[in-house]
């Protein structure tokens, strides 16, 4: 793998504890919940950028703020609304049926070949999203809404993400000014359209862990992904972020163990072992020269 590649990896690590996180700050309205997080990320981000002496990086053309803004923003509101009215487990999985996107829209959007290992890869990492989202799954009639807020965010981080591959040109320090502008938006939004909670000690943690985490170094470490590694490869590895996060949730109480967990567990690994033996096919340019 490149190091770009490497550093993507190292976001879907950190992702795997967003949903166990997020159910760790259970209470705060998902608009206050996003502020809080990307408040922390913000800063512990600029401050980085400032001691490389970098914020000459924060510069970047509306369109580039817009991109990332409204995909860092928009995403996680979806996400934290989602938690908040639709079962957890269910809510996370629908969620991830980002990967999925992500390696489909890798052909249309960037022009690159998916080939059959690749889709191979995908369907099984599919396969075992289906099988954790079915087999006894509920959906109550009022979590609809949470529900279709998790659909909305898949769509919203898969466009997020492969359109970053168009944008190479702006350096990852730029995330930073991203998360700022993130946690204003995310404030005006709250003190708008909800009702302020202040968090406990538990809720607070919670939320400080997201914010230096999946909330955080995650953002960097992904766009570096997006634009230096091989998206079609991240889409399929990043099928097992879910299972991951699903054994973190039934861990701290939130789901119920069942076999059918193993069967996922082993779709997944064998959908990311299959793409990652995906070779580029002669005379095709670089993954990280789009």
């Given at each position: ?180 502008a993130s946690a204003g938006l995310a404030a ?53 972020v879910p299972v991951a996060s699903t054994l ?43």
């Amino acid at each position: 793998m490149s190091a770009g590649t490497l550093a993507g990896c190292g976001a879907l690590v950190l992702w795997a504890f967003l949903a166990v996180l997020a159910r760790g700050a259970a209470g705060l309205p998902p608009l206050q919940l996003t502020a809080m997080a990307f408040v922390v990320a913000g800063v512990g981000g600029l401050g980085v950028v400032a001691a490389r002496g970098r914020l000459s990086a924060l510069r970047q053309p509306p369109l580039v703020w817009a991109h990332g803004v409204g995909g860092l923003f928009g995403y996680h509101a979806l996400y934290f609304a989602a938690l908040a009215f639709a079962p957890a487990v269910e809510a996370n999985l629908l969620n991830y049926l980002w990967p999925l996107l992500i390696v489909l829209f890798s052909a249309p959007l960037l022009g690159l070949r998916l080939g059959p290992s690749r889709l191979g890869g995908v369907g099984l990492g599919f396969a075992g999203c289906a099988l954790l989202l079915g087999g006894g799954a509920r959906f109550p009639v009022d979590a609809w809404f949470g529900l279709g807020c998790a659909l909305a965010a898949a769509v919203v981080w898969a466009l997020y993400s492969v359109l970053s591959r168009r944008l190479a040109a702006v350096p990852t320090d730029a995330v930073a000014g991203f998360c700022l502008a993130s946690a204003g938006l995310a404030a005006v939004a709250h003190l708008a359209l909800e009702t302020s909670v202040m968090p406990d000690g538990r809720q607070a943690l919670a939320a400080l862990l997201l914010g230096l985490g999946p909330v955080g170094a995650a953002f960097f470490l992904w766009d570096r992904g997006m634009k230096a590694g091989d998206p079609r490869l991240l889409g399929s590895l990043a099928y097992s972020v879910p299972v991951a996060s699903t054994l973190l949730l039934v861990t701290a109480g939130e789901a119920a163990w069942e076999p059918r967990l193993l069967w996922a567990v082993a779709l997944v690994a064998g959908g990311g072992w299959l793409a990652a033996r995906a070779q580029p096919p002669e005379g095709a340019p670089p993954a990280n020269r789009p």
